[in-house]
């Protein structure tokens, strides 16, 4: 499996040390909201955004898994899928 991890703006360190949800567990939030099992996933990139651009701190989630490529955005707070597309 193909794996980044980076963060734009605060650092994503930041967000894991102020209760708020760290790159793994919001990864595996949108495994869950798009059933995919973690085994079919061959590429992912997780970035952490501090939400300057309006949508508040989240994480951008992109992943490959069985022939589809999923986006998402996870609230990095409350820990819900606010955006979701599947090419």
Not at 39 to 51: F, L, N, P, Q
Not at 78 to 87: I, K, L, M, N
Request: aromatic share 4%; glycine share 12%; charged share 30%.
């Amino acid at each position: 499996m193909t794996e980044t991890a980076t963060a734009t703006g605060t650092d994503a360190g930041d967000a894991e040390g102020s209760g708020m949800l760290s790159g793994d567990e919001a990864f595996e939030k949108a495994l869950a909201h798009a059933g995919v099992d973690a085994r079919a996933v061959t590429e992912k990139e997780v970035d952490y955004d501090d939400g300057d651009d309006g949508k508040g701190p989240h994480w951008e989630i992109e992943f490959k898994a069985n022939g589809q490529e999923h986006e998402l955005d996870v609230d990095a707070a409350s820990g819900a899928v606010t955006q979701h597309e599947v090419d």
